[in-house]
């Protein structure tokens, strides 16, 4: 798998990439990462890859004409490329206006041969650059950031721990967040009491059946609390149903309950 990150900024990677899980995956070689300054595809002695906004108003916007020059530079030609809808190599733009970027998006990513990653800045791209290329417009929550490289960081992050060998142990991605839509289960260390508070008796006792039922039973009840909506797309057991029916009748019970005495 390759990344490629188009930026203003390429600084801004530089030692991020090397730390913890990526750092030692690009080390030893599982997928590659190269950062590109759009700025070697301006034409102009300053460099310019920006312009004032047609229709007026504040700001900057980045020409199309430098990106076009760059992807084609990578070997994306607009017209193919928009044609072939191509699922092995997406080119991303990064963009507070995109669609949600989520784990099943970051799974079929890291099924990619290659991935191109465009940070924004300023007010955003010229919009033809979508007309000529294939672009998944992705953000990666809603809020605006003040340009497209921490939002680079977080898709490149999420998609290469799911690449085979970047994790010690994959298996434990198979229990985490989103990944069967519900949240991950919480999970507790040494010591087995601290200030009075004691890690659950399931977990400590080593029974593999009570622990799994154990931490399904918990990561449930957390996506109750925190992320109701998940639970909908969730595939549960009957008995969980039931479960999940009498933990929010109890929640609307309470909630009722407060209203009616404040
Ligand atoms: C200041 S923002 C531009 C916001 C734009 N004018 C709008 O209203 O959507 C500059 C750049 O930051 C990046 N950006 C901002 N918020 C983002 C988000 N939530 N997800 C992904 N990228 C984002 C994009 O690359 C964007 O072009």
Do not use: W
């Amino acid at each position: 798998m390759k990344f490629n990150i188009v930026t203003l900024f390429p600084d801004y990677f530089s030692l991020t990439l090397k730390q913890s899980l990526l750092g030692k995956a690009i080390e030893r070689q599982l997928f590659d990462i190269e950062i590109i300054n759009l700025r070697d595809y301006a034409t102009d002695k300053h460099r310019t890859v920006d312009d004032t906004p047609f229709g007026g108003g504040g700001g900057m916007v980045l020409k199309v004409e430098p990106l076009d020059r760059c992807l084609k530079a990578l070997g994306y030609y607009h017209s193919d490329h928009r044609k072939a809808g191509n699922d092995n190599e997406r080119i991303i733009l990064t963009s507070a206006a995109g669609k949600k970027f989520d784990q099943p998006r970051a799974i079929r990513y890291s099924l990619c041969e290659r991935l191109t990653i465009i940070c924004g800045h300023y007010l955003g791209v010229d919009e033809r650059l979508r007309h000529l290329y294939d672009l998944d417009e992705v953000s990666i929550g809603d809020y605006v950031l003040s340009g497209g490289e921490p939002a680079a960081l977080v898709i490149v992050d999420a998609v290469a721990r799911l690449i085979p060998g970047t994790m010690g142990n994959f298996e434990t991605a198979l229990e985490d967040s989103y990944m069967d839509n519900i949240l991950g289960a919480p999970c507790y260390t040494k010591p087995a009491e601290y200030e009075g508070f004691e890690v659950p008796p399931e977990l400590v006792a080593g029974n593999h059946k009570e622990i799994k039922l154990f931490r399904r039973r918990e990561a449930l009840r957390k996506c109750l609390a925190n992320r109701p909506d998940l639970i909908t797309e969730a595939d549960l057991s009957i008995e969980e149903e039931a479960e999940l029916k009498r933990s929010t009748d109890k929640i609307k019970k309470a909630e009722k309950e407060k209203d009616n005495n404040g």
